[in-house]
């Protein structure tokens, strides 16, 4: 199943489509009840089985960053199945789509599960994605697990991320007087290297030695025997739970006032405590795939976040690999089978045990 969602390229919209109805038509002829969902021209689908009293959401993402066109040939090669969105997550919603196919013929008890695929998760623009949208629009769950990449361990915290759009100016000149002007790209290049010395960038916490900050995206200069008088640069600023957005925002705006400072994107830092019922029994679960797996911090973020904005507790709980976003990603063969067991086996537990197990 990894690598027949591997092979589709779901970087583009039309790959997407074609995703979209696989899924669908996968989940159909398996008797899986499914709906799709429609925000703004985007697909998204809820496949709901059992009626019990306490709710599990499987959150899931079709979407891919761009690769080149050979990631999108899924290759095993020892002991791992490499391609674009193997780890990230494609794999992860394999094994979801199975274990909601194999908890439906067992005819669920005791609780219900939906499973939620969605086309946008890695989407960087400002706007609402499906996720978002649907939570905003009452959509609720007693918990979420979101099948993102943690190596069989329980990602019960996340770092928030502060995207941002730096514009910088300067002062053109000639190429050849360099010293008349003010050369706006290498003007915010120091400022991109000053960022990682502000206070915020020195803090820690639990779960996480520091913040981290990436430039993303430079654009800058319209000629090249001219010095360029304006630059904007995208960074990529990812935040620890207890730091606040607007003072990091503050200490960037404080490094230049002639800088314009844009936030293009915002999300919350992410926060589970360990302690909660249903934390302890994933990890429980988790570990007769793992014996070491435990809660832990992730660097990256997810659609866990608007789910814990409405109050819903949300984890990330993925199987092992590596790469992510990188030329040579890919999932452990080996894992995904005791990955989907570890899912089925949660929710068999949640539905076994009595409600009130679940805080309200």
């Known amino acids: ?22 899924v669908a038509g996968w989940l159909d002829a398996r008797e899986v009840p499914v709906r799709e969902v429609r ?4 697909r998204c689908l809820l496949a709901r089985i059992g009626e019990g009293p306490v709710r599990v959401l499987f959150n899931g993402h079709l979407d891919v960053v761009p690769g080149h066109p050979g990631q ?9 199945l490499y391609g674009r969105g193997a780890y990230d997550m494609k794999a992860a919603l394999a094994s979801m789509m199975i274990a909601t196919a194999e908890l439906a013929r067992g ?13 946008d998760e890695e989407r960087g623009e400002p706007g609402d994605n499906c996720s978002e949208a649907l939570v905003r629009d009452g959509l609720r769950a007693d918990f979420v697990v979101c099948g993102e990449p943690t190596d069989l361990q329980v990602g019960i915290q996340a770092k928030g991320v502060v995207l941002v759009c ?26 991109y290297r000053r960022i990682g010395q502000l206070p915020f960038m020195s803090e820690s916490s639990e779960m996480f ?21 304006a630059c904007r640069i995208w960074v990529d600023i990812r935040s620890l739970p207890d730091q606040d957005r607007d003072a990091i925002l503050a200490q ?8 314009t400072v844009e936030l293009i994107l915002g999300k919350s830092a992410a926060r589970v405590p360990s302690s909660h019922p249903l934390v302890q029994v994933l990890v429980g679960v988790a570990r007769a795939a793992d014996p070491t797996a435990r809660a832990i911090g992730r660097d990256g973020s997810s659609d866990a976040i608007p789910f814990l ?11 092992v690999g590596a790469g992510h976003h990188g030329p040579d990603e890919y999932v452990e063969i080996a894992s995904l089978t005791p990955y989907r067991e570890a899912l089925v086996a949660f929710v068999r537990a949640v539905a076994a045990g009595p409600p009130a197990a679940v805080p309200g």
């Open 72 to 80: 999108f040939r899924p290759e095993r090669r020892g002991g791992r």
């Open 166 to 191: 730096l514009h910088v100016p300067g002062v053109a000149a000639h190429g050849s007087t360099p010293w008349l002007g003010q050369n706006a790209v290498l003007r915010a290049v120091d400022l």
């Open 39 to 42: 925000v703004g021209d985007r």
């Open 209 to 229: 030695p520091a913040p981290s900050v990436n430039l993303g995206r430079i654009e800058g200069g319209d000629a090249l025997n001219r010095v360029p008088d």
């Open 252 to 259: 960037v705006q404080a490094l230049d006032p002639e800088v």
């Open 309 to 319: 904005e409405a109050g819903v507790p949300a984890v990330e709980f993925g199987p």
């Open 1 to 22: 199943m990894a690598e027949q969602l591997i092979a589709i390229d779901t970087s583009a919209p039309v790959g997407l489509e074609r995703a979209i109805d696989f």
């Open 107 to 119: 005819g669920l008890q005791g609780a219900s599960l939906d499973l939620m695929i969605v086309p």
